[in-house]
């Protein structure tokens, strides 16, 4: 009681400290809008540099009287752009329908600037550039040689202030942006900034020339169009009730399974004399075979009509056509290039499967190229299907197993993985599912059987590894699963198993080398000889640039998602935090029974743990861990993982739907753009305080199970199934509790 008591303490705590987050991030604190807009300090305290900024944006008083009477003393910042678009970055809180002033003074020393074509004989002119990284459709204030003219008069090179006005039509924190060009383009030259500040104004300057209108976050939780709220809505609301229907099918199955064992000891028990017509044919319709098949074909169309009626996210699609276009042009030693870190097997799918698409006639960008691309990830999951249903046949019976399939199959946390987003992961799921077919075996075997079993468990993944760089979260797993192998054998056959494991283990790093080969040519001539596990890195670094990429997690919860960069310092504690959930997930093994059962069971949860509190993840972790925690649900159906495993799915899919219908790839709109959340948007934050919430209640859950061997496993239910599902929408279960506790109290 004490227990429970204190996680409900804990729990009261972290929401009104998330509360908090969400008060002070509207609350205005009556601070300048930019923080040393003036640069007298001297030092560009409170900017970010981009990556082609290092040692061209410098800090320096001018030395200049005009510059001297208008700009204190006459510190500036100097931007000198060649080939790159050069600038620098500041987070700035503006208000919900309030007009503001944007102004800066400059002085060019030299400028050429860059002409986009935006077609129909249309040029527009790029320069110095003041804009919002949130809006690509705010020109915001841009300063070419041509019209600096309308602010004031430029002969010899004097300072100049221009300004520009606009709306904001959203209370969050922006990106100001302050250079020389944009991303289209890169212009370049010599410009001098200072005084940028921005000041809340009045509805008046809507009419004034300088007028710039409306700045908006990026489709403003438009969602691109009804089709992607119709979506979200009803695959969340599909989502609780394929749950809810998985454990009435899993306890009716229970309840079957238990009356077929009965016939069975009864001698006329398989004899179908008396039975009608009708009746043979419902039993046709409900056999295990029949289940089965319903579930994979469920699998096969949920993703079909998924990819023919979707774009995709639209950043994964064209990096896998870029990632081609480049190999055919330039080789496979600039495949790194495009995709830091992309797996080995990976990148040859994509080519294989974008040159068959090419063949066809099929055009990059296009529809056509979205859905091939896709094709090998909705197939890996149909496999990864197929696997579960053959996991769980050896553990529950064949209808269990039908059931357990087609959650897989109809859940949409893994098929909007697959089928929408695209993402690579889906390969490596099958690896991941056969691997735990192993792990699980029976472990009383020889030692070369032992010895089999770890090496095809290692083998198993390293395949998923090639497939998906965050395999590299299950690394604990297979270690302390092979480590197990060896101790759990008898002293005579010791020496054999731990020789193939380690002979494996070699074996599968040599053809994880190899077929990276082709890929690392390039960087031999630089001497790093091991460019692969370099490039790996890289990736991660790419695609966790920020504390929280998209994805929900503690750090979107305090208002943080796609923003800030990742410090070493947090990178590291990061990945010590992973490595010591690893430690816990060995002691645990070694030191309470070398449960291979419940080995799974704390990989899953480290790897949901990691995903919820871990800087820097994408939306991709959670559905590895999802897998896991499936996987151990199966075995032992405890109602409270399942219930936690359900509200994950829930919310994890509500994250990547939201993500990729917020760009338009849901709708297909044709202007289609990759959308990332605003790092103080209260959907992204509400719900990163549910996946947080239910990540420490699943630890919690995971200790009562693995510790106090306390489980709360499904009960058979042994009437009929729509007799069931009456009784719980007529609350005779709650009436029951109520009955219960009365008798308790007395």
Request: net charge neutral; hydrophobic share 50%; glycine share 8%.
């Amino acid at each position: 009681m004490r227990t429970r008591k204190s996680l409900l303490i804990a729990v009261v705590c972290l929401v009104a400290i998330c509360a908090a987050v969400l008060l002070s991030a509207c609350t205005d604190n009556g601070a300048a809008i930019v923080t040393n807009g003036d640069f007298e300090n001297g030092t560009i305290d409170g900017w970010t540099l981009n990556d082609t900024s290092s040692g061209n944006v410098t800090v320096q008083p001018s030395g200049d009287d005009d510059a001297t009477a208008h700009n204190g003393t006459a510190y500036s910042v100097s931007v000198n752009a060649s080939s790159a678009w050069t600038y620098m970055t500041q987070e700035v809180s503006l208000k919900n329908n309030s007009y503001y002033r944007l102004s800066v003074r400059i002085r060019i020393q030299n400028l050429t600037s860059a002409v986009i074509d935006e077609g129909e004989d249309t040029e527009r002119e790029i320069g110095v550039v003041l804009g919002f990284t949130e809006d690509s459709d705010f020109e915001g204030l841009n300063i070419t040689s041509a019209n600096i003219s309308d602010y004031g008069s430029t002969s010899g090179r004097k300072w100049v202030e221009c300004y520009i006005y606009f709306q904001a039509k959203a209370t969050s924190d922006f990106t100001l942006f302050v250079g020389i060009g944009n991303s289209s383009v890169s212009p370049s030259g010599l410009v001098y900034f200072d005084d940028i500040s921005i000041v809340e104004t009045d509805s008046s300057v809507a009419t004034d020339v300088h007028y710039a209108g409306m700045l908006k976050e990026d489709g403003t939780y438009s969602m691109a169009g009804a089709g992607s709220y119709v979506y979200v809505i009803l695959l969340a609301v599909f989502t609780v009730v394929v749950a809810y229907l998985l454990v009435k099918f899993v306890r009716y199955a229970m309840g079957r399974d238990a009356m077929d064992r009965l016939r069975e000891t009864n001698p006329d028990g398989g004899n179908d004399g008396g039975v009608s017509g009708a009746a043979k044919a419902g039993r046709a319709l409900t056999s295990p075979l029949a289940l089965f098949t319903y579930a994979m074909l469920g699998a096969f169309l949920v993703r079909f009509i998924v990819a023919i009626t979707t774009f995709g996210f639209g950043q994964v699609s064209s990096q896998y056509y870029d990632l081609y276009s480049t190999v055919n042009t330039d080789g496979w030693g600039q495949a790194y290039s495009v995709i830091p870190g992309v797996p080995s097997l990976s990148a040859y799918v994509i080519w294989i499967f974008a040159r068959i698409a090419a063949m066809l006639g099929v055009q990059g960008g296009s529809m056509a190229m979205a859905i091939t691309l896709r094709i090998p990830t909705i197939l890996a999951d149909i496999i990864t299907c197929y696997l579960i249903y053959s996991f769980a046949a050896r553990y529950t019976s064949v209808k269990q197993a039908a059931c357990y399939a087609g959650l897989y199959a109809l859940l949409p946390v893994f098929f909007t993985q697959s089928a929408l987003y695209g993402s690579y992961l889906s390969l490596a799921m099958p690896f991941v599912m056969g691997m735990m077919h192993v792990i699980l075996l029976d472990s009383k075997e020889t030692a070369g059987y032992a010895a089999g079993k770890s090496a095809f468990a290692g083998v198993l993944y390293t395949f998923a590894l090639l497939f998906s760089n965050w395999v590299i979260l299950l690394l604990p797993m297979i270690l302390i699963y092979q480590v197990g192998a060896v101790v759990k054998t008898d002293k005579a056959g010791r020496g054999k198993v731990a020789g193939i494991t380690a002979a494996q283990a070699v074996g599968c790093l040599v053809v994880f080398y190899l077929l990276a080969l082709p890929m690392m040519m390039p960087y031999y001539s630089q001497g790093s000889y091991f460019a692969v596990f370099d490039q790996m890195y890289a990736g991660f670094k790419t695609n966790s640039a920020f504390m929280s990429t998209d994805a929900f997690n503690m750090y979107a919860m305090f208002g943080l998602a796609n923003s800030g960069t990742v410090s070493t310092a947090l990178e590291v504690c990061t990945w010590l935090f992973g490595a010591l959930l690893g430690i816990l997930a060995a002691l645990n093994y070694f030191l309470n029974g070398k449960s291979n059962a419940d080995l799974i069971l704390i990989s899953g949860v480290s790897v949901i743990l990691f995903a919820a509190i871990g800087t820097g993840v994408t939306v991709e972790i959670m559905t590895l861990g999802l897998l896991l925690l499936l996987a151990y649900i199966i075995i032992v159906p405890d109602i409270r993982l399942i219930t936690v495993f359900s509200g994950l799915a829930l919310t994890h899919f509500l994250n990547v739907a939201q993500l990729v219908g917020r760009g338009g790839f849901i709708a297909s709109s044709g202007d289609m753009e990759y959308l990332m959340f605003p790092s103080k948007s209260a959907f992204v934050i509400v719900f990163s305080v549910f996946i947080v919430l239910m990540a420490f209640v699943l630890v919690y859950i995971t200790l009562d199970i693995c510790y106090y061997n306390r489980e709360r496993t499904l009960k058979p239910y042994n009437g009929k199934f729509f007799g069931m599902v009456k009784s719980d929408f007529r609350l005779e279960w709650l009436k029951a509790a109520v009955q219960k506790r009365k008798e308790k109290n007395n």
